[in-house]
């Protein structure tokens, strides 16, 4: 019988499995890379907008496809990574016609 005194602990909450914190930590990395890329492309499109091309749209779309661009293959490369074990990783191969 339990007395007044006698309390039981709470029973611990469930963490994520270590897998799921990993591919967790991958995304978070990914879209602040691409948040920062973005952005950072996008500024050097509107200062040479601003400097050189008589302040048109596109060298600013272009800095920011750039910026995302090199954000996606980056998180590509990351997550291709992750798949296979170390002695069976292929090298990419670059199809040229």
């Known amino acids: 019988m339990a007395t007044p005194g006698d309390t039981t ?3 611990p909450a469930p ?3 270590l897998s799921e914190a990993l591919l967790n ?3 978070d990395h990914c879209l602040s890379s691409l948040a ?3 952005s950072l492309g996008l500024g050097f499109g509107v200062v040479f907008s601003v400097l050189l091309f008589k302040r ?3 060298p600013a779309l272009l800095g920011g496809g750039f910026g995302a661009g090199r ?10 990574r992750a798949g296979a074990p170390a002695g069976l990783r292929e ?6 016609p």
């Open 25 to 27: 930590e991958k995304w």
């Open 15 to 17: 963490s994520k499995p």
């Open 91 to 96: 090298p990419r191969k670059n199809v040229r």
């Open 36 to 38: 920062v890329r973005t």
């Open 71 to 80: 954000a996606w293959e980056e998180c590509d490369n990351a997550f291709r």
């Open 9 to 11: 602990p709470p029973a």
């Open 56 to 58: 048109r749209a596109w």
